[in-house]
C-alpha cells in the first residue's frame, strides 16, 4: 500500500524504447532510441523483476514498449511471466503491425489481453501520425481477433485538427467487433515533438461529440483491464467506449495501483513526475553479503511504492525530461 492508501498491485514492464513506428505524440523527430547493448535489460533481469513484485503483491502485469513485439524473445519473456506463481493477469500494448505472425503464440504463452493504438481510421491520416500504413495494423487487429484472446482494447489518443473528427467512426469500428475503444487525452510526453497544446482535446468533447449520435450510459460492467478508464456503452450500437482524462479528470489518480518500468531499469511510481529507482543498478550491485543481495531488488520496489505521490504533475506545466517511448506505454 503507498503512503495515500492505494493498493498497488500492477506492474508495467516496457522490454525496448525501439519501434516501427514513429507516432507524434510518443517519439520526437530527433529521438533516436538505443539498440540491445549492456543497458537494456535481459529477459532474465526482467523475468526477475516481475518474480520479485509478485512476492510483493503485484498481481497485474502488462508488457510494454516502445513496441514490445520487435524484441526477438518476446514470447519467451510473456511465457516466463505467465508462469510465475501469483500473476492472475497478463496483457500486452502494441501497434499490432507484427500481430499476424505473433498474435497466436502469444495467445498461447499467456497474454490474456491485447492493447492496440488506433488513433485514425484515415489511411492518409494513419500515415501522418505514424509513418506506417493502416492496413498493416488492420491485419493486425484481425489476427488478434482470430488468436481469441479475452479482451482486445484500441486506444486512440485525441488530436485536435487532426483525428478529432474520428471519434465516431472509431467507436463504430470498435462496436461492430466487440472491442471497446477508449479515448485518450493528449499528455505532454513528447518533449520537443510537434503537438502543443493547440492539439489538445478533451474526453469532455469526445463524448458530447458521440452523444450527438448515440446515448452514452455508464457501463455496468468494466472490460478486462485495471487502468484509469471510465467506460460507457452506446445505447443504440451496444459498442463500449472508455475515457482517460489524464489531464482534465480531477480525481484521475486517486484509485492509480500501478507502477511502470523502463526499458532501462528504472523504476517510477508516476508517469507524470521524474522520480525513478534504478533497478538495472540493483540488479548488477554484488555486495558480497548474501542476506543484504537478496533483500535488495524487494527494497527498492517497495521504496518506489513509498515515493508514490498524491497526483501526477500534468496541471503543473510538467515536462518530460524523455519522451514516451523511452519510458514505457
Not at 500494448?93 to 497466436?104: I, Q
Not at 487502468?227 to 480531477?250: D, E, K, N, Q
Not at 531488488?297 to 504533475?313: D, Q, T, V
Amino acid at each position: 500500500m503507498d503512503p495515500f492508501g492505494r493498493t498497488i498491485d500492477y506492474l508495467r514492464l516496457s522490454v525496448t524504447d525501439r519501434c516501427n513506428e514513429r507516432c507524434l505524440y510518443c517519439m520526437p523527430e530527433n529521438y533516436r532510441p538505443w539498440t540491445q547493448r549492456g543497458d537494456h535489460l535481459s529477459a532474465d533481469d526482467i523475468v526477475r523483476i516481475a518474480a520479485t513484485a509478485t512476492e510483493l503483491g503485484f498481481r497485474k502485469f502488462r508488457i510494454t514498449g516502445g513496441e514490445p513485439l520487435i524484441r526477438p524473445d518476446i514470447v519467451d519473456i510473456a511465457r516466463r511471466i505467465w508462469d510465475l506463481a501469483g500473476v492472475q493477469t497478463l496483457g500486452l500494448s502494441t501497434n499490432a503491425l507484427l500481430l499476424p505472425k505473433l498474435a497466436e503464440p502469444l495467445k498461447q504463452a499467456g497474454v490474456r489481453s491485447i492493447n492496440i493504438s488506433l488513433d485514425t481510421l484515415d489511411p492518409g491520416g494513419y500515415q501522418h501520425l505514424t509513418g506506417r500504413r493502416l492496413e498493416a495494423v488492420l491485419a493486425g487487429i484481425d489476427a488478434a481477433a482470430a488468436a481469441g484472446f479475452e479482451c482486445i482494447k484500441l486506444n486512440c489518443v485525441l488530436l485536435r485538427g487532426i483525428n478529432d473528427d474520428q471519434v465516431l467512426a472509431l467507436a463504430e469500428f470498435g462496436s461492430a467487433r466487440a472491442m471497446p475503444v477508449r479515448f485518450i487525452e493528449l499528455m505532454p510526453l513528447a518533449p520537443g515533438g510537434p503537438l502543443d497544446d493547440r492539439h489538445f482535446f478533451s474526453v469532455a468533447e469526445a463524448m458530447a461529440r458521440l452523444s450527438r449520435h448515440d446515448a452514452l450510459d455508464p457501463a455496468t460492467t468494466k472490460p478486462v483491464g485495471h487502468g484509469p478508464a471510465r467506460y460507457y456503452r452506446l445505447r443504440r450500437s451496444g459498442g463500449v467506449v472508455g475515457f482517460i482524462g489524464a489531464v482534465t479528470c480531477a480525481d484521475f489518480c486517486a484509485d492509480c495501483n500501478k507502477l511502470r518500468l523502463t526499458a532501462d531499469g528504472k523504476l517510477r511510481p508516476c508517469l507524470g513526475r521524474h522520480g525513478e529507482i534504478d533497478l538495472r543498478q540493483v540488479l548488477r550491485a554484488k555486495t558480497g553479503d548474501t542476506l543484504a543481495d537478496a533483500i535488495a531488488l524487494p527494497a527498492a520496489i517497495l521504496e518506489a511504492i513509498a515515493n508514490k505521490p498524491e497526483h501526477h504533475g500534468f496541471a503543473e506545466d510538467f515536462e518530460m525530461q524523455r519522451p514516451m517511448v523511452a519510458i514505457g506505454g
